[in-house]
């Protein structure tokens, strides 16, 4: 038998069906046989609303940002009662994302816990502490209101819904109906506002790779329970898990939930079909990149790149020709009082800004919305002391993985990394890679992956110097050394502007670790005046 899919569209360029049909390999013009269909919905806001399958149905709900709040799930059931067959789809399975840190479903609850962008935990239980406030309860007005409104919603995919307050076979006789169990909100609440504190014993801890991807689950006592290994475009390739252990983590390519009713990944706007290597609707931004596909994923190069947002990615120029590196993923960035368009071309730059001369990496290691970090980009910026040529290239990171990725791109479009300047600083203006605990944990488990990857994919020049610039990053610097071997500079003490709106001070204290002699006390005057 030969298998082979077949695929419709909407106007907006949305999936809405996906035929599987066969036809036998010795006769391949027979009549093809239908063996499987998924019919997708999708709203006014090109979300996708629910899938109906031959085994499943799903229906999604989502906040004014775009952000979905709930999800129902159920199976499709096929029934004979004297002879007479009945098809209904039962939603017997909900899950509530209350907030990016808490979700919680029918059996229990997770809380999320992140190290900025990327979740290091999942601490699962089924009560809450009774040192926490009661919930304030809905009216019944309120909560009756809610549910006709979220009924009707489904009622335009899924017509005669059925709530059941009786046995559910008899909802299905007398109205012909889906079924929607009544139970649903009930039981999933019990799970947050039970009195008696229950112990969250079941806690998982993930280990990501280079994308962002899950690779290991461990336990709390620090014991692996899971492994997943993926093929390029995000396939499954290998799952493993420990004799024993039932936990399977819904989060798996680029740590995002993968959800089991689609198999389809929700990134952060858009659904991606990793077995397909597409995403199942157009990228918003698709008007800024006509010459590739608007489904396609990472520009269709997975190895050395990554899309967590399902928008286009990442370089832009200002009028002046200045490029800067961003995984913002937006149409324009405003940096020091310049505006800055996305050229559309991803980690890969046209050949004409393109080089092999090494290029010098000036980071930003601060966020750039609000008027709080001005300063502190003016001071990145200012490095280069208004030389637009492609020796200086800015980027802005306000995450570890866009640290490293940021010498990645640097490498694969001029060669090597002659020198880099990396403003960060303490607290919660950025990165806080001057913040001793975070950058010790950061550093050792990071820049040893970093180290690795020099081999690989970074290259420094020789002579290279690396200089952090911010709140004690003295210590930053010499586990960057120790790590990679390559030669790096970190400020001692506050190092101006002591507050984001304050002043810059006109000289600086350096600390240069060297392999030999220790820590070597390095004045190099006004920082602001370094010229590579």
């Known amino acids: 038998?030969?298998?082979?899919?077949?695929?419709?569209?909407?106007?907006?360029?949305?999936?809405?069906?996906?035929?599987?049909?066969?036809?036998?390999?010795?006769?391949?013009?027979?009549?093809?046989?239908?063996?499987?269909?998924?019919?997708?919905?999708?709203?006014?806001?090109?979300?996708?609303?629910?899938?109906?399958?031959?085994?499943?149905?799903?229906?999604?709900?989502?906040?004014?940002?775009?952000?979905?709040?709930?999800?129902?799930?159920?199976?499709?059931?096929?029934?004979?009662?004297?002879?007479?067959?009945?098809?209904?789809?039962?939603?017997?399975?909900?899950?509530?994302?209350?907030?990016?840190?808490?979700s919680v479903t029918n059996t229990n609850y997770t809380k999320h816990i992140f190290a900025g962008e990327e979740r290091i935990c999942s601490k699962i239980g089924n009560g809450r502490s009774n040192f926490n406030p009661e919930p304030i309860t809905p009216t019944q007005a309120e909560i009756s209101a809610k549910r006709s409104n979220q009924i009707n919603l489904m009622k335009k995919v899924f017509p005669n819904l059925c709530i059941p307050y009786y046995p559910h076979l008899l909802c299905v006789l007398e109205n012909n109906a889906n079924i929607l169990n009544s139970n649903l909100l009930k039981s999933s609440m019990k799970k947050i506002t039970t009195l008696s504190t229950v112990y969250e014993d079941n806690q998982y801890f993930y280990v990501s790779d280079h994308l962002g991807s899950s690779a290991w689950i461990t336990n709390k006592a620090g014991n692996a329970i899971q492994h997943m290994q993926y093929l390029p475009f995000g396939e499954i390739f290998v799952n493993q898990k420990v004799s024993g252990s039932t936990y399977d983590s819904e989060f798996k390519f680029l740590g995002k939930e993968l959800d089991s009713e689609t198999g389809y990944t929700k990134t952060d706007n858009r659904y991606y079909w990793a077995n397909a290597g597409i995403f199942l609707s157009v990228d918003p931004l698709c008007d800024e990149r006509p010459w590739i596909t608007p489904f396609n994923y990472a520009q269709n190069n997975p190895i050395g790149r990554k899309d967590p947002t399902g928008l286009l990615d990442d370089w832009y120029k200002s009028e002046s020709g200045q490029l800067l590196w961003s995984s913002a993923s937006t149409k324009s960035i405003s940096f020091n009082g310049e505006t800055f368009s996305n050229i559309a071309t991803g980690n890969c730059l046209p050949d004409e800004y393109q080089s092999n001369a090494g290029v010098n990496l000036i980071i930003s290691g601060h966020q750039t919305n609000g008027t709080e970090n001005a300063d502190w980009d003016r001071h990145a910026s200012q490095i280069y002391n208004g030389n637009s040529d492609k020796s200086n290239v800015l980027a802005i990171a306000s995450n570890s993985d866009d640290f490293v990725q940021a010498f990645v791109v640097a490498t694969e479009n001029f060669g090597q990394v002659n020198n880099a300047a990396v403003r960060s600083h303490a607290g919660d203006y950025g990165l806080g890679l001057g913040s001793g605990n975070y950058f010790e944990n950061f550093l050792t488990s990071e820049m040893s992956s970093f180290a690795g990857r020099i081999n690989n994919t970074i290259s420094f020049a020789d002579n290279a110097q690396v200089f952090f610039m911010g709140c004690n990053t003295d210590f930053l610097s010499r586990v960057f050394t120790t790590q990679t071997g390559v030669t790096s500079i970190g400020s001692v003490g506050l190092t101006g502007p002591q507050n984001p709106r304050g002043s810059f001070l006109s000289t600086y204290r350096f600390n240069k670790y060297s392999w030999n002699n220790g820590l070597v006390e390095k004045n190099l005057g006004n920082v602001i005046n370094i010229r590579f």
Do not use: C, H
């Open 1 to 102: 038998m030969i298998n082979y899919n077949n695929y419709q569209y909407d106007d907006n360029g949305n999936m809405k069906e996906i035929k599987t049909l066969s036809v036998p390999l010795s006769k391949p013009s027979a009549p093809p046989t239908l063996i499987a269909q998924r019919n997708l919905f999708w709203n006014e806001e090109d979300q996708l609303q629910a899938m109906i399958d031959f085994n499943n149905s799903a229906y999604y709900f989502y906040n004014y940002t775009g952000e979905r709040t709930w999800k129902v799930v159920g199976p499709k059931i096929t029934q004979t009662m004297s002879g007479t067959t009945i098809k209904y789809n039962k939603f017997n399975q909900s899950t509530y994302y209350l907030f990016p840190q808490v």
